[in-house]
């Protein structure tokens, strides 16, 4: 396993007082060996929560929204670069690094956190994967539990590579929603209608608030920012890594957002006026297609989209509680069998909640968007803290414009997220 790094910078940073980063490595690995947590961690974002987000965004606001996606690439970007950055030089995860730098409180909070972004994220996710099974008229319970025995099976018995080999094929399979955004694009027309009094109109309303408020909570998800600092670390990145570790970074950031965008284009295109949010969930974003694809093809690409998805989101939110639960106890004597307990029962615990119907799936995954969105502000001020601290060598501490941007572009999404949840 490649979980050495992680534990021996917890045995050092508790007893030595040597700096985890060394200004003076160089990269011994190549572009194939960096390249994987920027991709996989943005793309497990166009999660079922997401998607869903993304359809009812298209459906009650037309293309209206659209232009906001493009807007919000720089800001994940911001954030997880920052994540490259820690993850290259501390060798420790978010949590562990704010028990280091910022005292007991603030780490503490940091990792409960984590643990509840993260497990509602993996109970989310098996939302996904029961509409998959009820598209083909599997009950709930069988599809969750089969889906969880098949993700079990990868963390109990895979190293960290294989793991990642398996996350970067499901987040390929995510990328047939851009095959819909192909044929539901706007014409020209349709985009001038956007500044048009009606649109105005529509901004007013509070549903309309709430949807965006959904939105920024899809962009910046906290689980995303506590698993990939921690991957980076289970990667053995080294300071030298962290330009090639930033370009994946970006392809993550354009590859969700396209995604996300192509969702509502398509339901923009093909549910204008649905009341999605009080259909059956495999209903809602199976049915829209149907005219453009046919039924079958429909099931098809839905299944395609929506399982690679949800099984992505539900690997990376997991490994995220896990990795940074066992860093938090690593000083304690915890071992490396740690992390994949605690991603079996994350994925047992949301398996069994969804499976056994104990939540309302659909307001289930647009609550826990704007959850994710009001968590949002202290995760990434915990971030944008380390980021500044003695945790990252000079030439790479956040500091200067740059600095400045960050904190403006995480504070104005952190305000827009908080007031339209609450307005």
Avoid at 99 to 108: A, E, I, N, P, Q
Avoid at 205 to 234: C, H
């Amino acid at each position: 396993m490649a979980t050495g790094a992680m534990w021996e910078a917890t045995n050092l940073l508790s007893g030595s007082s040597k700096k985890p980063w060394d200004e003076n490595a160089r990269r011994s690995k190549g572009m194939l060996s960096v390249l994987g947590p920027g991709v996989m961690v943005c793309l497990a974002d166009s999660d079922i929560g997401g998607l869903f987000t993304m359809a009812v965004s298209g459906s009650r606001c037309g293309y209206l929204l659209l232009l906001l996606q493009p807007l919000l690439i720089p800001v994940p970007y911001m954030a997880q670069e920052l994540t490259v950055r820690l993850g290259a030089c501390s060798h420790r995860s978010l949590s562990g690094l704010a028990f280091d730098h910022l005292g007991r409180v603030w780490g503490s909070l940091t990792l409960l956190a984590c643990v509840g972004v993260g497990c509602t994220a993996v109970v989310s996710e098996f939302t996904g994967v029961a509409a998959v099974g009820e598209i083909w008229g599997i009950p709930r319970l069988p599809s969750c539990l089969f889906s969880a025995g098949l993700l079990s099976i990868v963390v109990m018995r895979g190293s960290f590579r294989s793991v990642e080999k398996v996350g970067l094929a499901l987040a390929s399979c995510t990328c047939v929603f851009l095959i819909l955004g192909v044929f539901c694009h706007p014409s020209t027309d349709e985009l001038k209608a956007i500044f048009s009094p009606k649109a105005s109109v529509l901004i007013k309303q509070p549903d309309f608030r709430k949807i965006v408020a959904a939105n920024f909570g899809t962009v910046i998800t906290p689980w995303m920012l506590f698993y990939q600092l921690s991957a980076n670390v289970e990667k053995r990145l080294v300071p030298a890594d962290v330009p090639l570790a930033r370009a994946d970074t970006a392809l993550g950031a354009v590859c969700t957002q396209a995604v996300m965008a192509s969702v509502l284009m398509t339901f923009a295109r093909l549910a204008r006026g649905a009341d999605l949010e009080h259909m059956p969930l495999h209903e809602a974003l199976v049915t829209p297609l149907v005219p453009l694809l046919g039924e079958f093809g429909a099931k098809v690409l839905m299944t395609c989209g929506l399982l690679a998805s949800s099984m992505l989101a539900t690997l990376v939110a997991s490994l995220a509680v896990a990795w940074n639960c066992a860093d938090t106890l690593g000083s304690r004597g915890s071992s490396d069998m740690t992390w994949r307990i605690g991603v079996l029962a994350s994925v047992i615990l949301g398996a069994v909640v969804i499976g056994c119907n104990w939540a309302n799936i659909v307001r289930l995954n647009v609550t826990i968007q704007v959850a994710n969105g009001l968590s949002m502000p202290f995760v990434v001020g915990v971030l944008f803290c380390l980021a500044r601290s003695e945790a990252l060598p000079p030439s790479l501490r956040l500091q200067g414009p740059y600095a400045v941007a960050c904190g403006v572009a995480f504070a104005s999404c952190s305000l827009i997220t908080w007031v339209c949840a609450f307005l």
